[in-house]
């Protein structure tokens, strides 16, 4: 018996429908949060490729908007970062009809993101006031307890005039002279002020080192 045509042509596209590229739920997700115009992820051997293309610049600094990227994917694509033994994530930004290229292992972006996330931690004791808290999170070599609690202060002149509701990150930076420290860079937001901060981190040592705020 002859099978229609029209049978042929479903069971096709439900075939190429499985196919699917497995990023296109987090490539949607990484578009909107980086505001790019277009963003594409595929997969190359051991690497995964993620072009983001904007048609004006983003403001924030290409390494700080490429880690960010990063960052995200590995959050968000985890397993499959683990079931494709994927070791390295390139971004390449399309912007000024230039491409700019920034690649990021694995590993490294694990060490990051712990850095980020103890960042977090310093993040929310400032907020509540609890700054004498941070003195586990900072080098006290490099930051003293006289200098953390003069924080206390400048929260709460912040607070005075703002109700913060979000907390971001813009993504870090690093220099090949200096590979254990990194550089992360953020803001705390209210509904109508934005205070942007600064936070070195070494990750040797797992403590941040300088921190910066509305300066």
Known sequence: M??????????????????????????????????????????????VIIDIYYNIPPLIGFDFQSSSAALQFIDTAGEIVKKNSIEQVKVKIHANQQVTEYNYPIADLRMNQ????????????????????????????KISLEELFKLNTVNE??????????????????????????????????????????????KNKNKI?????NE
């Open 157 to 202: 002149q912040i607070q005075s005039t703002a109700t913060i509701t979000d907390v971001t990150f813009d993504g870090f930076s690093s220099h090949a002279s200096e590979p254990q420290n990194i550089e992360f860079r953020g803001s705390l937001q209210s509904e109508t002020e934005t205070f942007p901060f600064i936070a070195q981190y070494d």
């Open 209 to 213: 080192f300088y921190f910066g705020i």
């Open 114 to 141: 712990i850095g980020m996330n103890l960042t977090a931690n310093f993040l929310q004791n400032f907020l509540g006031g609890r700054n004498q808290h941070n003195a586990r999170y900072v080098d006290l070599d």
């Open 2 to 47: 002859r099978i229609p045509n029209i049978i042929l042509i479903t069971l096709a596209c439900i075939i190429l429908a499985c196919k699917e590229n497995p990023y296109n739920h987090t490539s949607e997700y990484l578009k909107l949060n980086l505001g790019a115009d277009n963003l594409t992820i595929h997969k190359s051997k051991d690497s």
